[in-house]
């Protein structure tokens, strides 16, 4: 069965003070590797997708990462506005459905 | 802008009685979208995969007789919450796939109060 951890699950950063999402996978067959950014009361924002090891995404101050086992969110010099929740979600050749972690709040202090 | 929309964004409704949820895609046809249920701070669980023009799949535990979904065209698909109770309390999000399925846009979501 498809699994994901996301860790930490909680992350309090400061301005400017970057740091790294993880996100372990277990999956037979990776179709793609998903990160979506929720705000509280709202459905998921699409951030990145990455289907193969070794790709890479960038995004403003996020970039993902991808290995055969997991993937790093790494946020550089963060801002307030970047708090919210990352979700990560995995989806599989067997499945057209995606299998989410938990998610890691984030949150910046100015 | 929004590729994928909900509506409503929030219902109260009575103990007993039924509710719908529309998902639409925007600008893009949706051969499959996805149902899932989340609670207060905890991950989305996935309720069902709903395809045009077929029955919905059921997660495990999701009970098809209590969540009607309805995938008629290949821009809607609607969740209906029949004979609702407190515990139906929840945010629902939808999601659709593009034809590729290599994004899935999320809808804003929706949440049910059943009073």
């Known amino acids: 069965e498809d699994q994901v951890t996301q860790s930490p699950e909680a992350l309090r950063l400061q301005e400017g003070e970057s740091s790294s999402l993880n996100c372990s996978y277990t999956?037979?067959?990776?179709?793609?590797l998903f990160w979506y950014r929720q705000d509280p009361g709202k459905g998921p924002e699409f951030l990145f997708t990455?289907?193969?090891a070794g790709e890479e995404k960038e995004k403003e101050r996020l970039k993902a990462t991808l290995t055969k086992k997991e993937s790093f969110l790494h946020i550089t010099a963060p801002k307030p506005e970047d708090s919210a929740t990352y979700l990560c979600?995995?989806?599989?050749?067997?499945?057209?459905?995606?299998?989410f972690g938990a998610g890691t709040r984030l949150t910046v202090k100015p | 802008g929004a590729v994928v929309s909900q509506h409503p964004s929030w219902v109260i409704c009575k103990s007993g009685t039924s509710v719908k949820i529309e998902c639409r895609s925007l600008d893009f046809q949706a051969t499959t979208m996805f149902w899932y249920r989340q609670f207060p701070k905890q991950s989305l669980m996935l309720m069902a995969t709903s395809n045009e023009g077929s029955k919905a799949t059921y997660e495990q535990g999701v009970e098809k007789d209590k969540f009607l979904i309805n995938h008629a065209s290949l821009t809607l698909s609607t969740l209906t919450v029949t004979s609702a109770h407190p515990e139906d309390s929840s945010f629902y999000i939808c999601?659709?796939?593009?034809?590729?399925?290599?994004?899935?846009?999320f809808g804003e979501g929706s949440w049910l109060t059943v009073v």
């Open positions: 990455l289907y193969s």
């Open positions: 999601s659709a796939a593009r034809a590729d399925g290599n994004t899935i846009y």
């Open positions: 979600a995995v989806q599989g050749y067997n499945n057209n459905d995606m299998r």
């Open positions: 999956v037979s067959g990776l179709r793609g």
